[in-house]
């Protein structure tokens, strides 16, 4: 079973962290949305407290996408709205597609439907390899100069944070995360397919999304909000975390709309709103 951790009551929200980080990225999202919806932030596995994925099968982000499944099931949630960050997105992509009935709504944070290109997933198996000899560390030193906008980059209490939470990720969970984003499936046309209000988070000055995916998305999605934020990079969660709680409760208000009897009896008894006119 994935750690995880639940604030609130109400309808579900699921929200998955990027790589490789921990459910802490999402804090104070879980500290303002707690307030109305039950919240649930799990490490994937791999991550933070989170076991790896257990048997010989290659990692995926499908089978990520089955231990949050799992903690759904585990917790009596049958549905939920799930954002994710990055690789975090990857994997609420993943599970929308196993089981799209159990999905409300669909967040994508600094994240992407493209796979990688075959230079990209080379180079993500390469660092794998590296990464069982060398350590977390070096991820750590790759990717920290790239994560945050460059107003960002004095603050350097975020930054410790984050750079200490990538050195903590075990070896095998570095790993496993490599080799499965390196497979990960094309998923743009499954953009196409979803019936549920989303949202894009985009960070102006993200450095590892590019801008034109963001707007492929869009263009894909029927039901999408895009919001930029600006002055954020890869991390809008940490580097704006007041607009990145505003657009998910925006979008969260599309995706649970209170009925005239739920806004007078019960506040947490929304329909949802399934973006195609049914309830
Ligand atoms: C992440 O933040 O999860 C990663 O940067 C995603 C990626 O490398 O594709």
Same mark, same amino acid.
């Given at each position: 079973m994935l750690a995880y951790t639940t604030t609130g009551s109400g309808p579900a929200l699921v929200l998955l962290h990027g790589f /490789?980080?921990? =459910?802490? *990225?999402?804090a104070d999202q879980i500290a303002d949305l707690g307030q109305r919806y039950q919240v649930i932030a799990p490490d994937l596995p791999?991550?933070?407290q989170s076991a790896p994925l257990s048997g010989d099968a290659p990692p995926t982000m499908a089978r990520m996408a089955q231990e949050v499944l799992a903690l759904m099931d585990f917790l009596g949630i049958d549905h939920a709205a799930v954002a994710g960050h990055s690789m975090g997105g990857y994997v609420a992509l993943a599970l929308l597609k196993l089981? /799209?009935? =159990?999905?409300t709504g669909l967040g994508l944070v600094a994240s992407q439907a493209h796979p990688d290109s075959p230079e990209a997933a080379a180079g993500r198996r390469a660092t794998a390899q590296k990464v069982l000899a060398a350590g977390a560390g070096i991820v750590a030193d790759s990717m920290g100069p790239k994560l945050f906008a460059p107003g960002v980059l004095g603050d350097a209490s975020i930054r410790r944070q984050t750079d200490a939470m990538m050195r903590a990720t075990p070896v095998q969970g570095v790993y496993d995360a490599l080799l499965a984003m390196a497979d990960r499936e094309d998923m743009r046309d499954l953009l196409g397919t979803v019936r549920v209000p989303s949202l894009i988070v985009a960070g102006a000055?993200?450095?590892? *999304?590019p801008a034109e995916r963001i707007q492929d998305m869009t263009a894909r999605l029927p039901a999408a909000a895009l919001v930029t934020i600006t002055g954020?990079?890869?991390m809008p969660m940490l580097e704006a975390p007041e607009a990145t709680s505003a657009a998910l409760a925006h979008w969260l208000g599309n995706v649970y709309v209170p009925t005239a009897q739920s806004r007078s009896t019960?506040?947490?008894s929304p329909s949802i709103n399934r973006g195609d006119g049914r309830q």
């Open positions: /490789p980080l921990t =459910r802490a *990225i999402w791999g991550h933070g089981a /799209p009935q =159990r999905v000055e993200d450095a590892i *999304i954020a990079g890869h019960n506040a947490s």
